[in-house]
């Protein structure tokens, strides 16, 4: 057989990376935390590299009307960055807490307090 026709028939395109938002590149984002010495979640404080996996995550998430710019990023592990989502921090926070992140709904805590209880009430909520 002849080497050419070994090959496919086709070819398969080269696989790139997802596209990011226009702004910084991943590359420049830890370039500035490394300046600012940045290495740990901001919001557990755990300190990131090692066991640890770092995330960029979008304070204001884009979802949101949050911009991809330094300003707006923030170094995460990933359990924070993943349980955040695309919530904003104050609802993240609140969640997290086991309050209500919306004024005048229940809270998850309460609303599992209440499923339990023998005397649970629908029309009580």
Do not use: F
Not at 92 to 118: F, H, K
């Amino acid at each position: 057989m002849q080497r050419s026709a070994l090959r496919p028939i086709y070819t398969t395109p080269p696989l790139r990376p997802p596209e990011t938002p226009s702004g910084p590149s991943h590359r420049e984002i830890w370039r500035r935390w490394e300046e600012l010495e940045w290495w740990s979640c901001v919001y557990c404080d755990v300190s990131l590299g090692g066991m640890v996996v770092a995330e960029v995550d979008h304070v204001i998430p884009l979802s949101s009307g949050g911009r991809h710019e330094l300003a707006n990023l923030a170094p995460a592990c990933r359990e924070c960055n993943r349980s955040k989502s695309a919530r904003s921090v104050g609802d993240w926070l609140a969640i997290r807490a086991g309050q209500s992140a919306t004024p005048g709904m229940a809270s998850v805590a309460e609303c599992n307090e209440r499923s339990q209880s023998p005397t649970a009430n629908i029309t009580s909520w």
